[in-house]
C-alpha cells in the first residue's frame, strides 16, 4: 500500500503543492513563496541543493519529505537536515510519517551521517511527542537565528570580500 520513491523533475507541481499545504497546516500560507522555477533550479539540477521523497498510498501522493546535508565540524561527519516532512490530513495516522523518518534515518546511516535532525514549531505538540517517542530529544539550548529579506541584502552588502 505504502511506496515511498525519489522524487523527479515532474514531481515538481506535487511538491509546491506539499509546500504549500504545509505552509496552510503551519498556519503561514503568505510565506511560501517558492516557485516551480525556483525547485527545478535548486533540486533538480548539476548541482541540487536538496532532495525529495515522496509517499504514495495505493498509488495516490500521501505525503512528502525534503531533506539535505550539512557537516557537523565537530562530528567531522555530515549531518541530514529534514526541512519539511508533510503527510496529507486524509492520509494520516496510517504509519506514513513515522515511514518517512525511518527511511531518511537509514539513508542518514548509508550516507555515514553523525547526526539526523529537523525542527519543529514549539505548539505543535502531537509532533513533539510523537518525534520523541521515536528517540529525538528537543535541543532547548540551541536557537535560530535567521536573516532574510532586505536584511540580508543588507548585511551582504556590508562586505568587503569579493563573494564567490
Same mark, same amino acid.
Given at each position: 500500500?505504502?511506496?515511498?520513491?525519489?522524487?523527479?523533475?515532474?514531481?515538481?507541481?506535487?511538491? +509546491?503543492?506539499?509546500?504549500?499545504?504545509? !505552509?496552510?497546516?503551519?498556519?503561514?500560507?503568505?510565506?511560501?513563496?517558492? @516557485? =516551480? =522555477?525556483?525547485?527545478?533550479?535548486?533540486?533538480?539540477?548539476?548541482?541540487?541543493?536538496?532532495?525529495?521523497?515522496?509517499?504514495?498510498?495505493?498509488?495516490?501522493?500521501?505525503?512528502?519529505?525534503?531533506?539535505?546535508?550539512?557537516?557537523?565540524?565537530?562530528?567531522?561527519?555530515? @549531518?541530514?537536515?529534514?526541512?519539511? +516532512?508533510?503527510?496529507?490530513?486524509?492520509?494520516?495516522?496510517?504509519?506514513?510519517?513515522?515511514?518517512?523518518?525511518?527511511?531518511?534515518?537509514?539513508? !542518514?546511516?548509508?550516507?555515514?551521517?553523525?547526526?539526523?535532525?529537523?525542527?519543529?514549531?514549539?505548539?505543535? @505538540?502531537?509532533?513533539?511527542?510523537?518525534?520523541?517517542?521515536?528517540?529525538?530529544?528537543? +535541543?532547548?539550548?540551541?536557537?535560530?537565528?535567521?536573516?532574510?529579506?532586505?536584511?540580508?541584502?543588507?548585511?551582504?552588502?556590508?562586505?568587503?570580500?569579493?563573494?564567490?
Amino acid at each position: 500500500m505504502l511506496n515511498i520513491r525519489d522524487a523527479t523533475v515532474d514531481d515538481i507541481p506535487l511538491i +509546491l503543492e506539499f509546500i504549500r499545504d504545509l !505552509a496552510e497546516y503551519e498556519k503561514a500560507p503568505q510565506e511560501a513563496v517558492a @516557485t =516551480e =522555477e525556483q525547485l527545478r533550479r535548486h533540486g533538480f539540477s548539476d548541482r541540487p541543493r536538496f532532495q525529495v521523497l515522496i509517499a504514495e498510498w495505493d498509488g495516490h501522493p500521501a505525503g512528502f519529505a525534503l531533506f539535505f546535508y550539512h557537516f557537523s565540524t565537530w562530528l567531522g561527519r555530515p @549531518t541530514l537536515f529534514l526541512e519539511d +516532512l508533510f503527510v496529507r490530513p486524509q492520509f494520516r495516522r496510517r504509519g506514513i510519517g513515522k515511514a518517512l523518518l525511518l527511511f531518511l534515518a537509514k539513508v !542518514a546511516v548509508g550516507e555515514d551521517c553523525g547526526r539526523f535532525e529537523w525542527q519543529v514549531l514549539d505548539w505543535n @505538540t502531537p509532533a513533539i511527542d510523537f518525534y520523541q517517542s521515536l528517540g529525538a530529544r528537543v +535541543l532547548k539550548e540551541w536557537l535560530t537565528m535567521r536573516v532574510s529579506g532586505t536584511a540580508l541584502e543588507d548585511l551582504a552588502a556590508q562586505g568587503r570580500v569579493q563573494a564567490l
